[in-house]
T-cell receptor, first 114, second 114 residues
Framework: SQQGEEDPQALSIQEGENATMNCSYK?????LQWYRQNSGRGLVHLIL?????REKHSGRLRVTLDTSKKSSSLLITASRAADTASYFC??????????????FGQGTILTVHP | DAGITQSPRHKVTETGTPVTLRCHQT?????MYWYRQDPGHGLRLIHY???????DKGEVSDGYSVSRSKTEDFLLTLESATSSQTSVYFC?????????????FGDGTRLSIL
């Protein structure tokens, strides 16, 4: 079953606008990560937020986590055409031995128009 | 970028043939993972390794086997390829397998089974 569900599936905005993507998950987690994937490339880690954190910033990225609602959001401020990519959330499972295993959401395709 | 090389990058083969994909890393990381990426499913874990000769199944392991005879190489084998295994395959590595460590991904192998 899919641990992470993301919405919207696709988002189209103009350069300079903010982009918000949401992720929901089902089980208890230790942390949640966001990754970015450019077309034809592998995933690149963006930011990690721990279950005891509510908000985290990294440059133009702002991530929030609401463990009571089992949801997270990724905000990209002042978007650029170079931000065009797919964005995925990934969660671990707080129960049992993890071995670093992650469960990924289906992703949001972000298109930023110049 | 983390030193991860996947080979081949593209492969077309026929149903029923064996296929082996290779993941090679130069980071000396202990943990390695194989994922497949399909539209509507995000990334799903096939198998993972937590050391030389130590491997275990992921979410979608049926029809796949893996081997890890040395730290740097993790092989994924489709014993008898089926059309449902047409996908993009990604290898990822992690130094510790601790849940708060990001994974680093290769650029993928696009596999088409006719």
């Amino acid at each position: 079953s899919q641990q992470g569900e993301e919405d919207p599936q696709a988002l189209s905005i103009q350069e300079g606008e903010n982009a918000t993507m949401n992720c929901s998950y089902k089980t208890s987690i230790n942390n949640l990560q966001w990754y970015r994937q450019n077309s034809g490339r592998g995933l690149v880690h963006l930011i990690l937020i721990r279950s005891n954190e509510r908000e985290k910033h990294s440059g133009r990225l702002r991530v929030t986590l609401d463990t009571s609602k089992k949801s997270s959001s990724l905000l990209i401020t002042a978007s650029r055409a170079a931000d065009t990519a797919s964005y995925f959330c990934a969660t671990d499972n707080a129960g049992g031995t993890s071995y670093g295993k992650l469960t990924f959401g289906q992703g949001t395709i972000l298109t930023v128009h110049p | 970028d983390a030193g991860i090389t996947q080979s081949p990058r593209h492969k077309v083969t026929e149903t029923g043939t064996p296929v082996t994909l290779r993941c090679h890393q130069t980071e000396n990381h202990r943990y390695m993972y194989w994922y497949r990426q399909d539209p509507g499913h995000g990334l799903r874990l096939i198998h993972y390794s937590y050391g030389v000769k130590d491997t275990d199944k992921g979410e979608v392991s049926d029809g796949y086997s893996v081997s890890r005879s040395k730290t740097e190489d993790f092989l994924l084998t489709l014993e008898s390829a089926t059309s449902s295994q047409t996908s993009v395959y990604f290898c990822a590595i992690s130094p510790t397998g601790v849940v708060d460590q990001p994974q680093h991904f290769g650029d993928g192998t696009r596999l088409s089974i006719l």
